[in-house]
């Protein structure tokens, strides 16, 4: 189905909550390069940009059944943007704090071994976020992984700021006493969440 190019963002998310590749197409063209050049001031890299604009994208696209077809989609796929900078951020950096480590302690001059080196300590990383109780988990991922503030997920999950602050250094305690086994992981704990 042809739309017009002047649809409104509204109309376009009720298109899009349908599966409509087209209003998808649309939002791509009215706000890729925008989200393109946003980008761009953070991560100073066009590739790096380029490939933000991909994964905004996707994501939208994976949201699409439960976008709020009254809501603000340029300010929903901007905080999108925003959460997966963040994200680009905080890899790239574990990333270069992997890689001296790597170059200063243990000359591992072979890219495969630091690579499953890497994977593996991230691997450690994940079994140990999956252990904490449910809310907890919910309320470090939603701080560290989405980039949500405390204010923005005592409201979303009802819960007083006191609560998020107290799980989120129950969250980090843990992290950092499970972690101290092993001086890579603790460093790469430090990178990631500090």
Sequence with gaps: MKIASNINDQELTRLLTEGSKEAFRLLYVRYGVKIRRFARLYLKCEQDSEELVQDVFLKLWDKREILDTSGNLRAFIYKIAVNSIYDFIRRKNMQEAFLDYSKSGMQMSDQTWDDIVFNDMLFHLTQLIEKMPDQRRKIFVMSREEGLSNDEIA????????????????????????????????MLFFYLFY
């Design 155 to 186: 409201e979303a999950l009802s819960l007083s700021k006191r609560t998020v602050e107290n799980q989120l250094y129950r969250a980090a305690s843990f992290l950092k006493k499970n972690m101290s086994l092993n001086s890579v992981s603790a």
